[in-house]
C-alpha cells in the first residue's frame, strides 16, 4: 500500500492506496485539485518509491519549476522519477526526456509508450497523470475511456498504483458517470465553495473499493510551499438580542462553551461540531448593540452564516439586518434560522421572508433551538450552500 | 451596484451601461489594434476602481504593465492580475508574483482556470472590489493548441462564472484565422460582440448583441487609450 500523503485523505482511505488500484483526482473547473496528484508524487519519492509522471499540458522543465514553487526538488530523485513527455510533441520543441509520446493526439502513442515504461520498469511503481482531461480533450472522450480501462489493467498486472488528475469539464454525461462511477477503484472528488466566487476547496472520498468508507470531505487549503493542508472553517452565528443565538450553537455543537454574564453573551459563543464527516467551528457572537465591534472581529475569515431571528419579534429584524451588514460578509452563504416557532404568535418563514425582504435564493429555515429541532436542518442547509460549485 | 462601460464615449452613448454579468466577444483582423481597445478597456475599468483579470496567451505579463507605463497612464497595481500562459512555454523560469501568475501553457487550461479563480477570489472576496473585468487575449492562441470542443467547455463554464461574480467578460477573437462553424460556435457562449472589419485602408469597428439594433460602424483612431471615432455613413 502507498500513501498519497496527505494526512486526513489516508485516514478516510484506510490507510492509502493498494498496490494494483487506481484513483483518480475528480475536480471542479478553477480548483487546484493537480496539487493533490504532485503531493501523492513528492511524498512517495521522498518515501524511497519510484513513480512516473505523465506530463501532457506542461513541458518537463515547467513541471519541475512548478514542484520547487511547492518545495520540492524533483532533481533529488532524478534516479527514482520518469516522466513520460506526451507534451513536447504537440508544440513541436525537443524533449530531453527519456520516453517521449510521438503524437499526443493519438491515444495509441500514449498506450503503447505506458506499457513500454511499465515493461521496461518492470517492479511496482506509482504513475501520476498531469492532467487526464488534457489527454481526453486531445485524443477523445470515447478513446479515452477506452484507453484507461487497459492502463488500469497493466497497473493491475505490473502492481502498480495509477493515480489521475482530472478537471471536469462538462464533458459528456456519460462520460463523467464512467469517470465518477465505472472506470476507477477510487475517486476522490476536488470541489470548490462558491458564491459569487470559488473562496474555498474541499475534498471529499466519493469511493474507494478495497474499504467500506462512509462519505467525508474535508476544507483544505495549497500552501507554496507545503501543498495540501486540511482547513477547518469558520461559521458565523449573529442575530438580534434575545434571538437564541447561544441556544442555537450549543444545539449544534459536539461542544461548546460561552462568555456570557447573567445569561447573555458578552464576548463569544464557540462550539465545534463533528457531523456528516464535517468538522466545523461555530462561533456565536453577542447580540447587542454596545457589543458590535466583536461582531467585525469574530467575522473574519467566516466561510457562511446563520443570521437567527426571534420569528415573534418582527421589530427586531431591522435590527438583524443591521448585524448582517457589520459583519461585512456580503457574498458569502447565508441562512435565516427563524428561530422560536414553538410559540402561538410566531411568524412563518414565507412570511418572515416578506417582512424581511430576504431574496429568494437565501433559505430560511424553521427551528425551536431550545428543543433542537431544525438546527441540523439549518446546518445541512449552509453546507450545501458552502460546498455549492457555481 | 451599477453596470460596466467601455470607456469609448461614442460606443458608451450608443449602448448605454452594460449590465453585470455580460460576456462579449471581441473580433477583428490581424494589426486592426485589438489589443490597444482591449487595453484602454482594462484602464476604463481600474480608473473606476473596478479589478482586472488579464488572461494573455502572446505577451508576457510583464508587458502589458510595460503598456500602461509606455503610454503614462497611471494604474493602481493591486487592482490588477495578469494570467500569464506565455513565460513557462518559453523555458523561462519565472516565478509567480501578487500581480502575475504563470500557467504552464496555453493547452493548461486547468491551469489556467485555477488562476483566475485565485484572482477573482482575492479581488471579490480578500478586496472587496466589486466589480471586476475578465479579458482574455486571445482565445485564438488557445485554439490553436486545443480543439473548438475543449475550448467551448471552458468558455461554457467561465462565461458562467463571470455571470455569478457580476463581472465583465471580454474575449478577443482573430478574425479570418478560424472557420466560420468555429465562430459561430463560440458566439452561442457570449452576450454581445464589439466587430471590427476593414475597410479599404482603414479599420471599422461597433457594438453587436448589447442593444436591440447594432451600433453604426465607426471609422476609429486609438493614441493609448484615447479614442478618435466618426461615424459611418
Known amino acids: 500500500m502507498i500513501q498519497t500523503g496527505i494526512s486526513k485523505l489516508d485516514g478516510y482511505l484506510k490507510g492509502g492506496i493498494p498496490y494494483g488500484k487506481s484513483l483518480i483526482y475528480y475536480t471542479s473547473p478553477g480548483v487546484e485539485g493537480n496539487v493533490f496528484g504532485m503531493h501523492t508524487l513528492y511524498h512517495n519519492l521522498s518515501a524511497g518509491k519510484k513513480c512516473v509522471f505523465v506530463a501532457s499540458s506542461s513541458n518537463p522543465q515547467a513541471i519541475r519549476d512548478v514542484f520547487r514553487e511547492f518545495g520540492w526538488d524533483l532533481n533529488d530523485f532524478s534516479e527514482r522519477l520518469f516522466i513520460v513527455d506526451a507534451y513536447s510533441s504537440l508544440v513541436g520543441s525537443i524533449s530531453k526526456e527519456k520516453y517521449v509520446v510521438v503524437d499526443p493526439e493519438n491515444i495509441d502513442s500514449i498506450s503503447n509508450m505506458l506499457r513500454k515504461v511499465m515493461e521496461e520498469l518492470d517492479e511496482s511503481v506509482i504513475i501520476i497523470f498531469e492532467s487526464l482531461s488534457t489527454v481526453m480533450d486531445l485524443c477523445g472522450e470515447k478513446e479515452t475511456l477506452a484507453a484507461i480501462e487497459n492502463w488500469n489493467k497493466y497497473g493491475m498486472v505490473y502492481d502498480n498504483v495509477l493515480i489521475y488528475n482530472f478537471t471536469a469539464w462538462p464533458y459528456q454525461r456519460d462520460t463523467l458517470e464512467a469517470i465518477k462511477h465505472e472506470l476507477f477503484d477510487a475517486v476522490i472528488t476536488v470541489g470548490g465553495i462558491a458564491e459569487r466566487v470559488i473562496f474555498g476547496q474541499y475534498f471529499g472520498v466519493l469511493n474507494a473499493n478495497w474499504s467500506d468508507i462512509p462519505p467525508k470531505s474535508m476544507l483544505f487549503r495549497v500552501l507554496r510551499p507545503g501543498g495540501i493542508r486540511i482547513f477547518i472553517p469558520k461559521i458565523l452565528v449573529t442575530g438580534p438580542f434575545d434571538a437564541g443565538k447561544s441556544t442555537f450553537v450549543h444545539a449544534l455543537s459536539t461542544r461548546a462553551v460561552s462568555v456570557d454574564r447573567v445569561g447573555t453573551t458578552v464576548a463569544l459563543d464557540h462550539g465545534h461540531l463533528d457531523y456528516k464527516g464535517f468538522s466545523a467551528d461555530i462561533f456565536g457572537t453577542p447580540g447587542q448593540e454596545r457589543f458590535d465591534p466583536i461582531i467585525k472581529m469574530l467575522s473574519g475569515e467566516a466561510m457562511g452564516i446563520f443570521l437567527v431571528v426571534d420569528s415573534t419579534v418582527p421589530k427586531d429584524f431591522v435590527r438583524a439586518k443591521h448585524m448582517l451588514d457589520i459583519t461585512k460578509a456580503q457574498g458569502l452563504p447565508l441562512v435565516v434560522v427563524a428561530n422560536k416557532q414553538d410559540l402561538s404568535n410566531a411568524l412563518k418563514p414565507e412570511e418572515i421572508r416578506v417582512h424581511f425582504n430576504i431574496p429568494a435564493n437565501v433559505p430560511i429555515v424553521p427551528a425551536v433551538a431550545a428543543k433542537g429541532e431544525g438546527v441540523f436542518e439549518a446546518f445541512d442547509t449552509l453546507i450545501e450552500k458552502i460546498t455549492e460549485v457555481a | ?233
Not at chain 2, 103 to 122: C, H, M, R, W
Open chain 2, 1 to 233: 451596484m451599477s453596470g460596466y462601460s467601455l470607456g469609448i464615449k461614442e460606443l458608451d452613448d450608443r449602448i448605454g451601461e452594460i449590465r453585470e454579468g455580460t460576456n462579449i466577444m471581441m473580433i477583428g483582423p490581424p494589426m486592426s489594434g485589438k489589443d490597444e481597445i482591449i487595453n484602454s478597456i482594462i484602464y476604463n475599468g481600474l480608473k473606476n476602481e473596478e479589478s482586472a483579470v488579464v488572461v494573455s496567451t502572446r505577451d508576457p505579463g510583464e508587458r502589458i504593465f510595460d503598456w500602461f507605463s509606455q503610454h503614462s497612464l497611471d494604474i493602481e497595481d493591486s487592482h490588477i492580475g495578469i494570467v500569464d500562459c506565455v513565460t513557462k512555454t518559453l523555458g523561462m523560469g519565472a516565478v509567480d508574483t501578487d500581480k502575475i501568475k504563470r500557467a504552464s501553457s496555453p493547452v493548461d487550461l486547468t491551469g489556467i482556470g485555477v488562476k483566475i479563480s485565485q484572482f477573482f477570489d482575492e479581488f471579490l472576496m480578500k478586496k472587496n472590489i466589486q466589480e471586476m473585468r475578465l479579458c482574455i487575449n486571445s482565445l485564438s492562441t488557445i485554439l490553436m493548441y486545443s480543439n473548438i470542443q475543449t475550448v467551448f467547455r471552458f468558455l461554457h463554464v467561465f462565461t458562467g462564472r463571470v455571470k455569478a461574480a457580476n463581472a465583465l467578460g471580454i474575449y478577443v477573437v482573430e478574425d479570418e484565422m478560424h472557420d466560420p462553424q468555429t465562430i459561430a460556435t463560440l458566439k452561442q457562449l457570449f452576450d454581445g460582440m464589439i466587430e471590427i472589419k476593414s475597410s479599404d485602408d482603414d479599420f471599422l469597428l461597433r457594438v453587436v448583441g448589447l442593444t436591440p439594433k447594432p451600433t453604426p460602424w465607426f471609422d476609429y483612431e486609438i493614441d493609448g487609450v484615447n479614442f478618435t471615432m466618426k461615424e459611418c455613413e
